[in-house]
């Protein structure tokens, strides 16, 4: 069997990254409105009192952490999608507050190749049951964090700063 040396340059290729991708081709970015998202800051009571912990979860796609988020749902209000996603994703039911705490922006990867900006509009979930079953169990990660390890974890910076200044109304 005849083996090929590889040259440098192709040992040295990586994946690009989103925003290699994006500077490729900056015309799906401004192609289109920025798409609404719904996402459950989950928090709880730390052990011996010691503050809160926030929930992370990993994406079943890239395995980052982020908090539970998905699109909007007909005939639910955005908190109402907030909570069913904390739920789908891990087993999260509790207070959901009707305002949001906050909301960043990410660029979402399609299924179809295309990005979209997004804007994720944050509602706090404060913990009050966790589900032995949901949908989506044994397709994430789940932890219980410090708001610090939380904001260390997620990549998009606004999210960061949300996690960080939380303080449950």
């Known amino acids: ?20 991708k994006l500077a490729a081709t900056p015309e799906k970015l401004f192609s289109g409105a920025f798409r609404q998202q719904y996402a459950a800051l989950c928090f709880r009571s730390a052990p011996e009192g010691a503050g809160i912990e926030i929930l992370v979860v990993t994406s079943r796609d890239t395995g980052r952490w982020i908090i ?17 996603e904390a739920f789908q994703e891990a087993g999260i039911r509790g207070k959901v507050h009707k305002k949001p705490v906050g909301s960043y922006t990410y660029l979402k990867l399609l299924d179809d190749g295309d990005v979209a900006p997004c804007i994720v509009d944050v509602f706090q979930i404060e913990a009050t049951e966790l589900a032995t079953k949901f949908k989506e169990k044994g ?29 449950p109304r």
Do not use: H
């Open 1 to 20: 069997m005849k083996t090929t040396k590889k040259t440098k340059a192709q040992k040295n290729r990586r994946p690009k990254t989103l925003l290699q």
């Open 68 to 84: 539970p988020k998905g699109w909007p749902m007909k005939d639910r209000k955005p908190y109402e999608a907030a909570a069913i």
């Open 139 to 167: 397709e994430r990660r789940l932890a219980w964090v410090s708001p610090d390890e939380a904001a260390r974890r997620v990549r998009e910076i606004e999210l960061k700063s949300l996690l960080v200044e939380f303080k």
